[in-house]
C-alpha cells in the first residue's frame, strides 16, 4: 500500500505548470483525506445490507 502512494503522488506534480503545483497538492491531499471520511459515511447512509459495501470498496479502490 505504500509503495502505491509513493507511486501515485509523484505523477501528478510532474505534469502540471509550476506555477499550480501548490494547488494540484492541496487538492491531492484533500482526496487523500476524503477517501478516509466518505466511504464509511456513505455506508452508514446505505446501510449495511446487501453489497451495497462491497460496491463502495471497490469503487473508492
Not at 5 to 27: D, E, L, N
Request: aromatic share 8%; no cysteine.
Amino acid at each position: 500500500m505504500g509503495l502505491r502512494w509513493i507511486a501515485v503522488k509523484t505523477w501528478p506534480y510532474r505534469v502540471v505548470p509550476k506555477s499550480i503545483v501548490g494547488q494540484v497538492a492541496r487538492f491531492h491531499q484533500a482526496l487523500i483525506a476524503l477517501a478516509m471520511i466518505i466511504p464509511p459515511g456513505l455506508g452508514a447512509v446505505l446501510s449495511t445490507a446487501g453489497n451495497h459495501l462491497v460496491m463502495l470498496s471497490i469503487l473508492f479502490n
